[in-house]
């Protein structure tokens, strides 16, 4: 080897390396933002998070502050959104994958419920407001605020839904035809058990987009302090996002701790959200093996 | 499948259940629901007061939003909501469209506000400033961009703008006293609905200066520095006897005619205006004078 070659293969070297570096960067990157944010908000949020701060309402004192009813109102929406949009979502993926004929109308459809995923979420937030709180006459209801979420995410059901149906080995589906089992049977008995995982995952991590979501339900009509817990799905409501943007916005400074309690508990659930759909994966996946 | 069933009905129940059991108050207490919307800025004042009231009542059910003065009217004309919090008085074409709906109104007053004109604690040259000044840098078309366009003596730094968005009422009300004209203002400040980012903007900046509330001033205080207008502090004092001027203006509630007589809003707004002096203290506002409060007392039996 003479001594170009030797530099040309040193300097090849050192670009890999420089790149090797920029990645990792790139990967470290978004962790030290979260580790920092994380520092900030536990910091903060901490020392204010007790069993009162689950238990109370609002209150203009910051040390009496409590978010009992964002969480309520939050998971009336959350678990009211969820039995909407899942059948509706499900159903239109089974459709659009096992009985729709593929033809320009079909590829229309799904060409639009990929656009609407895509929509932003205050679009939803003025349909809901023209649509089920005024033209169906809901009011500034939970009914109406879950309504409106249900839309915003099911574009997304339908989506992950349709990726999990697809995933389907066609040779599972061919060996139960080859039984003689009716479409339905076999949608029933082999491929929705083993979609299953793939829809809850999808199903869930769009629930957890819900729940993070403020600017719509603020169109819809969320309040920013109730003094009571909806009790009907007719009854107003405020959520966990609105309370902690609510107390960000407070002139006393001590508020902002309380904003962090807040995000605190947010955080929590979509944790919690977020390793139920893993639990439930991996529970269904082995079920298939076996 | 029918796990994942059980698993969400379980749910399901368990916010049932526990909406329930947070509600079952047990005194006698007034029953209904009274819907509150309007001003973030006379928000924590109501919250205050829904708070108190609450206690004495806990069967009853209070909502109060905060979709700003313009907002909350327009829920309140088409009789959504019983009371409109307001950082201004009622617009014509607002009133108009009550009568529209036919809902007819009072008009309360609650507290007093003033607006702190603000800079950086590190700015050095200015704690004095007049309302010509303040009008040569907030006009629409300003052609103030450094410090030395308002004073040749001040130092030869862009000066950096701070201020509330347009759905504010003290949006409305500083425009209207400094710039002669209602949501008349230059464009090329920086906005934003929440005053504490204001805060944070002109603490953050050598060479800002901002406008908001007073309350979120005192706050703080700390960390900015509030400018005399016209030589005059703002102050509890100086907002309460008017002599600081002309960035101090009372804070409303506008009370539906109809829902007054329902018990629970007459009870609620009497209630107002009787622990208002207390209360609008604590969270960080003027209270007006006694007899004013007596004035509103009258004007509701």
């Known amino acids: 080897m003479d001594n170009k070659e030797l530099q040309r293969i040193k300097s090849r070297k050192l670009k890999n390396s420089v790149f090797h570096g920029l990645i990792f960067f790139c990967t470290i990157f978004g962790v030290i933002v979260l580790a920092l944010l994380l520092y900030d908000i536990l910091k903060k949020g901490l020392p204010w998070l007790t069993i009162d701060f689950l238990t109370n309402f609002p209150s203009r004192f910051p040390k009496k502050s409590g978010i009992f009813p964002g969480l309520l109102g939050s998971l009336w929406i959350i678990l009211l959104t969820a039995a909407l949009a899942f059948p509706v979502g499900v159903g239109t993926a089974i459709y659009l994958e096992e009985y729709a004929k593929e033809n320009r109308f079909t590829e229309f459809i799904k060409l639009n419920i990929a656009n609407l995923a895509g929509v932003p979420s205050i679009i939803y937030g003025m349909l809901g407001l023209a649509v089920f709180v005024r033209a169906l006459s809901m009011g500034r209801s939970v009914l109406a605020a879950s309504f409106t979420m249900a839309l915003l995410i099911l574009p997304i059901i339908i989506i992950s839904s349709q990726e999990a149906i697809r995933s389907v080995p066609s040779a599972l589906k061919q060996a139960s035809f080859a039984l003689g089992t009716t479409k339905w049977q076999t949608v029933t008995g082999v491929i929705l058990p083993y979609a299953l995982p793939g829809i809850l995952t999808g199903t869930i991590l769009a629930i957890s987009r819900a729940l993070g979501e403020a600017a719509p339900l603020i169109v819809v009509g969320a309040l920013t302090y109730v003094s009571f817990i909806p009790k009907t799905p007719l009854d107003q409501f405020t959520t966990l996002p609105i309370q902690i943007f609510n107390w960000s916005s407070m002139p006393k400074r001590e508020f902002q701790n309380v904003a962090a309690a807040g995000i605190i508990i947010l955080l929590g659930i979509l944790l919690l959200a977020n390793s139920t759909a893993i639990i439930l994966r991996d529970k269904y996946q082995i079920k298939i093996k076996d | ?301």
């Open chain 2, 1 to 301: 499948m029918s796990n994942l069933k059980r698993l969400f009905l379980i749910s399901l129940v368990a916010v049932f259940a526990l909406s329930m059991v947070a509600c079952s108050g047990k005194k006698a207490s007034l029953t209904g629901n009274i819907k509150v919307d309007g001003s973030s800025t006379v928000y924590p004042i109501t919250q205050a007061i829904a708070e108190e009231f609450k206690k004495a009542n806990p069967d009853l059910n209070i909502a109060v939003g905060t979709s700003g003065t313009g907002g909350g009217f327009k829920k309140f004309v088409v009789g959504e909501t019983d009371i409109n919090d307001a950082s201004r008085k009622v617009k014509d074409e607002e009133a108009a469209k009550a009568k529209e709906n036919n809902i007819e109104m009072l008009e309360l007053e609650v507290a007093y506000d003033g607006i702190a004109v603000v800079v950086n604690k590190d700015n050095t040259w200015v704690s004095d400033i007049t309302v010509e000044e303040l009008k040569k840098i907030w006009e629409p078309n300003s052609t103030v961009k450094l410090w030395s366009d308002v004073r040749p003596e001040w130092p030869k730094e862009p000066i950096k703008l701070y201020g509330p968005g347009t759905d504010s009422g003290t949006f409305d009300y500083f425009t209207e006293k400094v710039n002669g004209k209602e949501k008349a203002i230059r464009t090329d400040f920086t906005a934003s609905e929440d005053d504490n980012v204001l805060v944070q903007g002109v603490a953050g900046d050598k060479y800002a200066m901002g406008y908001f509330g007073l309350a979120y001033f005192e706050e703080n205080a700390d960390k900015i520095k509030a400018l005399k207008i016209n030589g005059v502090e703002p102050t509890v004092d100086t907002v309460k006897n008017g002599t600081y001027k002309p960035l101090s203006r009372p804070l409303y509630i506008y009370v539906a005619n109809k829902s007054l007589e329902r018990p629970e809003v007459k009870e609620f707004v009497k209630f107002y205006l009787e622990k208002a002096k207390e209360l609008v203290t604590e969270v960080g506002y003027i209270p007006l004078e006694d007899s004013k409060y007596q004035d509103g007392l009258n004007k509701i039996k």
